[in-house]
């Protein structure tokens, strides 16, 4: 299968990588551009591992082949943080001890900050459905839960 | 004992701040040492390597549940461009059923081998038959599907109860049942059979006023860790193997693949990467000897990552199960006696943990005539594999729910009555030992006095109790202590991290050095860098693990107090260690030498300080007990349940760093409740499996449940410097029973079978 | 004198059903080698998958361990971990 040729804005730098057209935006990212950060638990959509924003909107890299991303905005894990600080989100994780493996945190740290973005006051009820797509098997949800809420807080001021 | 109500705890103490437990560093909350990684995605996961030249590799699994293999063509697959290798079970050595791995519990290489790839038979859906290797992973894959298998399909049989049938299929010729006298001629699916007693249950139980009994039935069920299975693999000209894989156990996968394929343990090299969830399903091998093999015959290093619906049809699941269980009680609440028989379903091998379930659950009750009795039973399914206290849930589940049942009979309060009758020191467990003092009432006492106890419920609300007992274990374990130039300090062990392991070893360095946590740096050392250490799994490693990192630190110690001495030329005894410095006795003039001091000047002392310690932490491994309560809400018109609230109580000794125990409790609860409510594997009349992803193989998801709290009963556990205990597994030995009660006690019957789903709780509401 | 429990498969097999010995013996192989000379053959099914209890502390891996005076010996399932 011959490949295509995609351009898109990656963590806000311009990208050009050629994949084939049955290729999902995640292989994309993890193979061809070598953003491991974004991590494969089910390609089917249903874990939320491979949680990354396209244009502002989150989306499951599984569920979205690579030419799909041409012309768009695409941020992953390895986008958020500044370069010497975390995230507020990233910091909370940390000091809630809101991990225990890892593998789905970087999908929930996408995931709720997306979430902050559009709503900086939710709910418990609303993070929870909001996160209902990002399944996370060793921590029971509680540390995560109250993570958000917290980086919620501290970002509002 | 002390108590720590584990939600108003937040990450503070990432200085030593100071506990109320009377340390500097154990018991407070640092941030994690690989967090920043693990939060970034820095962090290398099985799936994350990449190597020079790499190709990947793909399975081609049986579609059937029960075939002989009659015939592996590979022409087509070969003729596609870009495939460089293909095997089968014939690129393997042939073991023999004596080949096992020495030990107490004898691991099976014959039946592993035959499980990584089947040889004559397929024994489930997804056993592994071939695998091919390719330039890309969409070449392999396609080549995958061109291998032509030809089967004869054979009956499948799918639970124990078919599979103990006198004509029921046979999956293997040579199984014959273990544990009856004379062992039988004739071979079946029953593995073995195992039985536990005390006293004599049949007599005592005539003296009881209330008798319980009840069936009890649960499904199997998987792990559900979020990481598929990945591994890659090199091999190199002369005969040396690189593994880099996601495990368990970077020793477990040297010894089990070295094994299967015939080689010695010096030319293979396991490199750890993270572990994304294991939870005792990796605790085993099934790429690893496929990629090794694959790179051996194609010469280039070869990656293979499992898809979601490949870890459902092929890996770890725990044993379904049915159980009897029968209590006696004097009128006032005693108990006289229990009897409990429990059938597991084993997979396609000979292995569940029906022993495990005998001996585990009535352990929590003081009971002088007792009984049990378990039989492995192999069934057309995959080789279970561990599940967080393996075999233990199955029996607690029957349990649980027969005190509960007891309980509404006597009108006692369900929590008084595990009161009056708990397993406390002394008290004999049915395997035979007496137990050490233990935290079994200390959480039944600390669960009457929470508020959610004592909060009444509504109208279609119901709430349930359980309790839950795990053994917890020591085993074999490495560290070594490598004090830095600077006086930083690298504690490197051979235990992978699957939920924080990292900061509780940096914690009990610091406490036992002086130095503050944040100066420690732990790792994670692959199968060349630090002695042989066991897996990690059967709550160990804060454990055991621990241990020789208390070890390796004094041995450090030692070795900084010698220096010390040396530069004030006095003898060793007149040096000290204190507040991670070297003292003087008995000349306070002299100026104490910190870590960063002695480093500093260890090349004219000496070279190099380290500690290391390589043991086998063969006793004082703390049993573990906790209680559950469970608030659900069950809609009567569609039998939905809502947990609405939910608290976990567990002695968990010394809690070395709280928020990583809170969270074993929160995560060992919420398996649990999955466990409960709505996981399942769903199989076709012909044994194909249907539910292979996370769309409906339903785990709980965020929305699903509600905050879980904690209460940390902290009784020390004497066989350990910190009085650790195991934690991780006990966690998920109540909850079956837990929600089982609440739901039953919000619709005013008895559910006796897991999952309950909707369709199952509105036929018992219907039923009248 | 060491008291030892053994289990009921075994016990059905090498003891006509007795679980209960007292041997004289000072470490753990010793035991076995008492039980062997009264059971020819116990010692081996003893020695294959079964953990062993000394009083409270169960044994996983065990070889020489020392037995006290009065000491409680039980020949128990091996404990795996998840």
């Not at chain 1, 730098?13 to 551009?33: G, I, K, N, Y």
């Not at chain 2, 709550?539 to 693990?545: E, L």
Request: glycine share 10%.
């Amino acid at each position: 299968m011959s490949k295509q040729h995609v351009t898109m804005t990656v963590n806000g730098d311009p990208v050009e990588v050629l994949c084939r057209a049955d290729q999902t935006l995640l292989d994309c990212l993890r193979d061809e551009m070598g953003l491991t950060g974004t991590k494969e638990g089910c390609s089917t959509g249903d874990c939320g591992a491979c949680s990354v924003t396209v244009d502002g909107r989150l989306v499951c890299a599984c569920l979205m082949l690579g030419v799909e991303a041409e012309g768009r905005k695409i941020e992953t894990i390895e986008g958020i943080g500044e370069s010497e600080e975390l995230h507020p989100v990233q910091r909370h994780f940390l000091e809630e001890a809101a991990l225990q493996c890892g593998i789905c945190t970087p999908g929930f740290i996408v995931a709720a900050k997306n979430l902050l973005e559009k709503n900086p006051n939710p709910t418990e009820e609303e993070v929870r459905y909001w996160l209902a797509g990002n399944l996370c098997r060793c921590t029971g949800y509680d540390k995560i839960i109250k993570a958000v809420l917290k980086a919620a807080e501290e970002m509002r001021g | 004992m002390t108590l720590q109500n584990g939600n108003g705890h937040n990450g503070n103490g990432h200085n030593g701040s100071g506990t109320s437990n009377g340390y500097k560093y154990v018991g407070t909350r640092p941030v994690r040492p690989d967090g920043v990684d693990k939060v970034t995605g820095r962090a290398n996961f099985g799936a994350d390597i990449s190597l020079n030249g790499m190709i990947y590799g793909s399975v081609v699994r049986s579609p059937h549940a029960h075939a002989k293999i009659k015939k592996i063509n590979f022409d087509k697959a070969l003729k596609l461009k870009g495939v460089k290798a293909v095997i089968s079970g014939k690129d393997f050595p042939t073991l023999k059923p004596s080949d096992k791995l020495p030990g107490v519990a004898p691991l099976s290489f014959y039946d592993m081998s035959r499980n990584v790839i089947a040889r004559d038979k397929v024994l489930y859906d997804g056993h592994a038959i071939a695998a091919v290797a390719a330039t890309t992973q969409a070449i392999a894959d396609k080549a995958a599907k061109l291998i032509d298998v030809e089967y004869k399909i054979l009956k499948p049989v799918m639970t124990a109860a078919d599979a103990m049938k006198e004509k029921a299929p046979l999956l293997h010729d040579d199984l014959f049942t273990e544990g009856v006298d004379p062992t039988p001629k004739k071979a079946s699916n029953i593995a073995k059979r195992t039985e536990l007693k005390l006293g004599d249950p049949e007599v005592a139980m005539q003296s009881a006023d209330f008798i319980v009994e009840g069936d009890y039935s649960t499904e199997t069920v998987h792990q559900g860790y979020i990481e598929p299975h990945a591994c890659a693999a090199n091999f190199a000209q002369d005969g040396s193997v690189s593994i880099w894989a996601s495990s368990q156990g970077a020793f477990m996968i040297r010894a089990y693949t070295a094994r299967l394929c015939g080689m010695s343990t010096s030319k293979i090299k396991v490199i750890p990467a993270e572990i994304g969830g294991g939870f005792g399903g990796k605790t085993t091998i099934y790429l690893e000897p496929l990629a090794l093999m694959l790179a051996k015959k194609s010469g280039r290093p070869v990656k293979m990552t499992m898809s979601r619906t490949e870890v459902m049809r092929a890996t770890g699941p725990t044993s379904g199960g049915t159980a009897h269980v029968k209590i006696g009680a004097k009128k006032d609440g005693t108990l006289v006696a229990g009897t409990l028989e429990l059938k597991y379903e084993a997979g396609a091998f000979p292995g569940s943990p029906v022993a495990l379930g005998c001996m585990t659950g009535f352990a929590p009750y003081d009971l002088k005539d007792v009984a049990c009795l378990g039989w492995d039973v192999v069934v057309n399914r995959p080789k279970a594999a561990a599940y967080r206290a393996p075999g233990a849930p199955v029996a607690a589940y029957a349990v649980e729910s027969a005190m509960d049942e007891l309980a509404h009979k006597l009108g006692i309060d369900p929590l008084t009555l595990r009161r009056k009758n708990s397993a406390k020191e002394g008290t004999k467990a049915v395997y035979g030992v007496e137990f050490d003092r233990i935290g079994n009432e200390d959480c039944l006492q600390a669960a009457q006095k929470t508020k959610h106890y004592n909060t009444p419920l509504g109208e279609n609300q119901g709430r349930g109790v359980a309790s839950g007992f795990w053994f917890n274990i020591g085993g074999t374990s490495s560290a070594e202590v490598m004090i830095n130039e600077d006086g930083t300090v690298i504690v490197a062990t051979g235990s992978p991290d699957i939920g924080g392991s990292r900061a509780s070893m940096a914690l009990m360095a610091a406490e036992v050095l002086g130095v503050d946590v944040s100066r420690i740096k732990p790792l994670v050392a692959d199968t060349e860098s630090v002695p042989y250490s066991d897996l990690t799994g059967g709550s160990r490693v804060t454990f055991a693990t621990g241990k020789a990192v208390i070890d390796a630190a004094e041995d450090a110690i030692k070795d900084m107090k010698r220096r010390a001495a040396k530069v004030w030329k006095v003898d060793f005894d007149q040096v000290d260690w204190e507040n991670g410095s070297a003292i003087c006795i008995e000349n306070d003039e002299i100026k104490p030498m910190s870590v960063a001091d002695i480093a500093q000047i260890a090349g004219k002392t000496g070279g190099a300080i380290s500690g290391k310690a390589n043991i086998n932490v063969t006793k004082g491994a703390g049993p573990g007990f906790g209680t559950h309560i469970c608030d659900v809400e069950v809609d009567p018109e569609t039998g939905r349940v809502t947990v609405l609230r939910y608290t976990a109580i567990q002695d968990v000794g010394t809690a070395i760093h709280p928020s990583y125990v809170e969270g074993q409790l929160q995560g060992g609860a919420a398996q649990g409740i999955g466990w409960a409510l709505n996981e399942e594997y769903v199989y076709s009349k012909e044994g194909n499996l249907l539910n292979t992803g996370f769309l409906d193989y339903r785990v709980p998801v965020a929305s699903d449940l509600p905050m879980i709290d904690t209460v940390l009963v902290e009784v020390p556990n004497a066989g350990h410097p910190f009085g650790v205990r195991g934690v991780g597994e006990t966690p998920i030995v109540p909850p079956l029973g837990a929600v089982a009660n609440a739901v039953s006690n919000a619709i005013g019957k008895r559910m006796t079978s897991l999952p309950m789903s909707p369709a199952k709780i509105l036929q018992k509401i219907d039923a009248g | 004198m060491a008291k030892v429990e053994i289990p009921i498969e075994v016990a059905r097999k090498f003891t006509k059903g007795v679980t209960t010995h007292e041997v004289e013996a000072s470490d753990l192989q010793d035991i076995l080698i008492s039980l062997d000379n009264d059971f020819p053959g116990i010692k081996e099914a003893l020695n294959t998958g079964l953990a062993v209890a000394i009083d409270s502390s169960i044994l996983q891996d065990w070889f020489l361990e020392e037995v006290e005076q009065n000491s409680k010996v039980r020949f128990i399932p091996a404990i795996e971990g998840g």
